[in-house]
């Protein structure tokens, strides 16, 4: 995982302390299992694709009607929807991910840019970021590695784009300034564009709701910002349980004279240490009784309790229901209703991830396919209506709510288009065009 430097990435304008350059180091290296321990629960990991699995499990995006809006559904589908679980997985490691659409062969498709090449410089109301800088790697003739610094800046109604390349030195230092034209994944970039009439920057930030309490800045933090050292704990006490397995091993005792072996062939006995196993080990023993067993006993029920005092520890600091990670699975049939009950904390917290994390980023993202259809001329005229909604059939009794909207749309307190809409996922407008002749609707007929 390669970072910038703290000291250029402070050089060029980037408002990242001490602090939070650390953390996210910190971040990175619980996911990336970087210096963890041989055993690991890989417990960034499974945090993060957790949350990432309901944020988006039933995630859709909407254009709108008509064919523009029919043309973007179609590249969205194809070319964003596969993802956006990613992207959301690494807005949890490291509190923000950016998805950058680009124009390509005729077709819209979308970058995912993680929080270790995200530099903020400066944000704007509402947790918006304005400028700042991503950072790309590759390499040139001769292996030399580069790095792409790109800055953006949105002011008065335009943004300004500008690239530029530099070597890269041990430690991540930047050296000389290299021609864009030298490297060929970057040799179709323009050194500056700016364009006008836009009232956001081109990509749309995915982002944790959490309380920075790392430097108290705006930016955003991890998911498992505040249950780090929890983390590393889990990974030391699974670390000594895996341990305590191997060494534990039932094996014989056998009198180091009952281990050598006769000479054979008159090659000399084989010594008593190269016998020693998982099955034998060799010590000194009583002369009427040369061997003997060793079986210690496997202190199961003390791993498990510690890992399960933990793991709820853990729960409560990323804001998951306890018993989420239970070594112990639910037994029975579990309702509906229990569910909601039993997960009300883990709803909670994914409702704020959808709400106040990721739908505004995912707008953005839509309104610059929408702006890049029109710059390159790839989709027919039309208006665009682009809606963000998430399903709660997860943790909701959809066939119980299915049945309450239609009773409530029966009676003429609910349009029925806001049912088909709520049912597929889809906006008002296409809901109506989904829908039969007016004609031939009997909701709340007597």
Request: net charge negative; proline share 6%.
């Amino acid at each position: 995982m390669k970072l910038l430097n703290l000291h250029d990435a402070r050089a060029l304008g980037c408002d990242m302390t001490p602090q939070m350059a650390q953390a996210v180091a910190d971040w990175d290296r619980l996911f990336y299992l970087t210096d963890q321990p041989p055993h690991s629960l890989k417990l960034a990991q499974s945090l993060t694709g957790y949350m990432a699995t309901l944020a988006t499990n039933e995630l859709t995006l909407s254009a709108g009607a008509g064919a523009r809006a029919d043309w973007l559904q179609d590249q969205c589908g194809a070319h964003l929807m596969p993802h956006l679980f990613e992207a959301v997985q690494l807005a949890g490691v490291g509190g923000m991910a950016a998805v950058k659409p680009f124009a390509e062969n005729g077709s819209l498709y979308a970058e995912v840019i993680p929080r270790s090449r995200i530099f903020p410089e400066r944000w704007g109301p509402n947790y918006r970021l304005n400028a700042g800088y991503f950072t790309d790697f590759d390499k040139i003739e001769g292996d030399t590695a580069v790095v792409k610094v790109e800055h953006f800046d949105l002011q008065d109604g335009a943004f300004t784009i500008t690239n530029k390349a530099y070597r890269l030195k041990t430690g991540g230092l930047m050296g000389g300034e290299v021609p864009l034209t030298e490297v060929p994944r970057w040799a179709a970039l323009e050194p500056e564009v700016t364009i006008h009439q836009v009232d956001r920057l081109h990509f749309g930030l995915l982002r944790m709701p959490m309380l920075n309490t790392v430097d108290g800045s705006a930016t955003p933090v991890s998911l498992y910002a505040n249950a780090t050292d929890t983390l590393r704990q889990l990974d030391a006490t699974y670390a000594d349980f895996v341990w305590e397995r191997e060494t534990g091993k039932r094996r014989m005792i056998l009198d180091r004279a009952a281990a050598m072996l006769d000479p054979v062939n008159g090659k000399p006995p084989i010594p008593f240490r190269q016998l020693v196993s998982d099955f034998f080990m060799t010590i000194d023993m009583p002369e009427d009784k040369p061997w003997g067993d060793y079986t210690p006993e496997f202190r199961f029920d003390a791993y498990k309790t510690a890992l399960e005092t933990q793991l709820r520890l853990l729960e409560m600091q990323v804001g998951f229901s306890a018993g989420t990670f239970a070594i112990e699975p639910r037994t029975g049939r579990v309702t509906a209703t229990q569910v909601i009950s039993e997960d009300r904390t883990t709803y909670n917290t994914i409702k704020a991830i959808q709400d106040r994390g990721l739908t505004t980023g995912l707008l953005d993202v839509l309104y610059w396919f929408d702006v890049y259809a029109t710059l390159y001329g790839l989709a027919p005229a039309g208006s665009v209506e682009p809606a963000v909604s998430f399903g709660d059939s997860i943790f909701e009794d959809t066939g119980v709510e299915f049945q309450r909207r239609m009773a409530l749309a029966q009676a003429n307190y609910l349009r029925p288009e806001l049912v088909t809409a709520w049912y597929f996922g889809v906006d008002e407008e296409k809901a109506r065009q989904m829908m039969p002749a007016a004609d031939t609707l009997h909701f709340g007929d007597a």
